[in-house]
Nanobody, 122 residues
Framework: QVQLVESGGGLVQPGGSLRLSCAASGFIFSNADMGWYRQSPGKERELVAALDTVDRAEYADPVKGRGTISRDNAKNTLYLQMNRIKPEDAAAYYC????????????????WGRGTEVTVSP
């Protein structure tokens, strides 16, 4: 069964950095396009970064230039490096597998991990 375990969140000051990790199992990770989502209170979950199987990355405008998505297929792990963190980056972050259709990314699995919480405070 698919398991996604996110980690690396925590309390960070504005301007600081974090690296989030997502350990994946239950599917062939190296064959999967992957993405990072985030959800803050009162808002819908949004896709902020995507990475395909040949390491082509795409970023949503809110994190473009500050986030870097990467993967280690040997460890079945997805990463998101976030720099110059802003208060609006505070959210629960989740990873999931994606597929591409109609020039858009779509969620592949209906199940989610528990996420990892990022809190931004001076």
């Amino acid at each position: 069964q698919v398991q996604l375990v996110e980690s690396g969140g925590g309390l960070v000051q504005p301007g600081g950095s974090l690296r989030l990790s997502c350990a994946a199992s239950g599917f062939i990770f190296s064959n999967a396009d992957m993405g990072w989502y985030r959800q803050s209170p009162g808002k819908e979950r949004e896709l902020v970064a995507a990475l395909d199987t040949v390491d082509r990355a795409e970023y949503a405008d809110p994190v473009k230039g500050r986030g870097t998505i990467s993967r280690d297929n040997a460890k079945n792990t997805l990463y998101l490096q976030m720099n110059r963190i802003k208060p609006e980056d505070a959210a629960a972050y989740y990873c999931n597998a994606l597929y591409r259709s109609g020039n858009r990314w779509h969620l592949l699995f209906s199940s989610w991990g528990r996420g990892t919480e990022v809190t931004v405070s001076p």
